[in-house]
Nanobody, 123 residues
Framework: QVQLVESGGGLVQAGGSLRLSCAASGRTLSIYVTGWFRQAPGKEREFVAAHSWRGRSTYYADSAKGRFTISRDNAKNTAYLQMNSLKPEDTAVYYC????????????????WGQGTQVTVSS
């Protein structure tokens, strides 16, 4: 099973940008569908974005479309989530996940998870 470690979270003002990274070890990330989820206090974990093992097919939650971009560098065994035009409602712990079925948005569809990285957007 692949191990995932997220980084890149922090505090940013509304309208700012952050790039989250998800470093994989144990197995190559290139064989997995990888995704990003987030969980705000008191809310369920929700889907943000995902892409196929080659990165050719991507899909986003409506809240992320036009602002977030998912990508990967298979040579570095790392996935990324570029987040632009951040809003206070984007504040959450962001999780990287791997192993899902392409097209799946349910957290239960992904078998491997990182520990999460906090993103806080101030107004």
């Amino acid at each position: 099973q692949v191990q995932l470690v997220e980084s890149g979270g922090g505090l940013v003002q509304a309208g700012g940008s952050l790039r989250l990274s998800c470093a994989a070890s144990g197995r190559t990330l290139s064989i997995y569908v990888t995704g990003w989820f987030r969980q705000a206090p008191g809310k369920e974990r929700e889907f943000v974005a995902a892409h196929s093992w080659r990165g050719r097919s991507t899909y986003y939650a409506d809240s992320a479309k036009g602002r977030f971009t998912i990508s990967r560098d298979n040579a570095k065994n790392t996935a990324y989530l570029q987040m632009n035009s951040l809003k206070p409602e984007d504040t959450a712990v962001y999780y990287c996940a791997a192993g899902g079925v392409l097209g799946a948005t349910a957290a239960s569809s992904f078998g491997s998870w990182g520990q999460g990285t906090q993103v806080t957007v101030s107004s």
